[in-house]
């Protein structure tokens, strides 16, 4: 084997331990090292915190870090701002921005094929084969970023469908007691946790700014897209226009939240049986079969032999 294909899987590796190091980096860090510079005067001596960091952030961090601005302005507004609306949706998991969940999915693009075809070089092989097999790599090295993206999105969907119901409760035992909509928003953002609470501060804090209630109700259901809380938020913006009481459409909407998550889960009581089957037939029953009739068949196996030698 030839040095050459000895250090291809250890290109691959550090290649894509780079990448998954640009993308998981927080954002608070770029702001504070941002603000160290301004606040550095000079003919001052320097920080000893900033001689203490790693060569990685120092360096290659800011560097990767113009990269992918680069690459953000370099790409179609279209597809800037699609990645830019789905990040929201996952709750930008890890930090991630537009410029680095792009600059991702460009290092996958380049690195896994690269691998491949940096392995054929080496050892020669060639054919329609291998051509497919570099075509795949593409595309899964430019779809993984957006699957995994798409993971994070219904993975948040599923818990704010699932704290809506609790929280709902509790506003309508706060307006009840006599908060308004707003204070209620803030008890629940400080009893629910999760994303629920993540998205009830955020429109909170955009009423305190100044933005309509409708308008930040609309941008909530925007970023969520889960139905439950959509269809929440046009029944409180239509109660708002109309003047209807709010206390009584948020008891409604209540009743309805929890009727709904019974349905859902005798929904999925009903389709345990069917996620059982496969594993069952391709698992257990194959080691059952093993275990009871595993003896019978050597018993078998040994009379015919004791017969045949007669």
């Known amino acids: 084997m030839s040095d050459l294909a000895v250090w291809?899987?250890?290109?691959i590796f550090l290649?894509?331990?780079?990448a998954m190091a640009v993308a998981l980096t927080p954002r608070s860090g770029t702001v504070r090292a941002r603000l160290e510079s301004y606040a550095t005067v000079p003919g001052r001596a320097e920080v000893p915190g900033e001689a203490s960091r790693s060569l990685f952030d120092r360096l290659l961090l800011?560097?990767?870090q113009r990269l992918a601005g680069t690459i953000n302005r370099a790409a179609?507004?279209?597809v800037a701002q699609e990645s830019a609306k789905r990040l929201q949706q996952a709750g930008n998991p890890a930090g991630l921005t537009v410029g680095t969940f792009l600059l991702l999915k460009a290092v996958l693009l380049l690195v896994l094929p690269g691998a491949y075809g940096f392995y054929l070089w080496q050892?020669?092989?060639a054919g329609l084969l291998h051509l497919g097999i570099l075509l795949g790599l593409c595309y899964v090295g430019y779809r993984a970023p957006d699957v995994w993206l798409d993971m994070q999105i219904s993975a948040r969907r599923a818990a704010v469908t699932r704290?809506?119901?609790?929280?709902l409760d509790l506003i309508v035992t706060c307006v009840a007691a006599g908060l308004g909509f707003e204070a209620a928003l803030a008890r629940v953002a400080d009893r629910v946790k999760g994303p629920l609470s993540e998205e009830i501060r955020r429109t909170l804090a955009e009423m305190s700014m100044g933005k309509r209630r409708r308008d930040a109700l609309r941008a909530l259901a925007d970023r969520s897209q889960a139905p439950d809380l959509v269809s929440f938020v046009a029944v409180v913006m239509q109660a708002d226009q109309t003047g209807v009481s709010i206390?009584?459409?948020l008891r409604v909407q209540a009743d309805a939240l929890r009727v709904r998550r019974r349905q859902r889960a005798q929904e999925e009581g009903r389709k345990a049986p069917l996620k059982m089957l496969?594993?069952?037939i391709f698992f257990i029953l194959p080691a059952t079969f093993a275990v009871i009739l595993g003896p019978a068949a050597l018993s078998l196996m040994e009379n015919f032999r004791v017969f045949g030698g007669r």
């Open 76 to 78: 179609p507004d279209t």
């Open 8 to 11: 291809a899987p250890i290109l």
């Open 62 to 64: 800011p560097g990767l």
């Open 15 to 18: 290649g894509v331990t780079l």
């Open 163 to 167: 704290a809506l119901p609790d929280a």
């Open 123 to 125: 050892h020669g092989g």
């Open 247 to 249: 206390g009584h459409v």
């Open 278 to 280: 496969f594993p069952m």
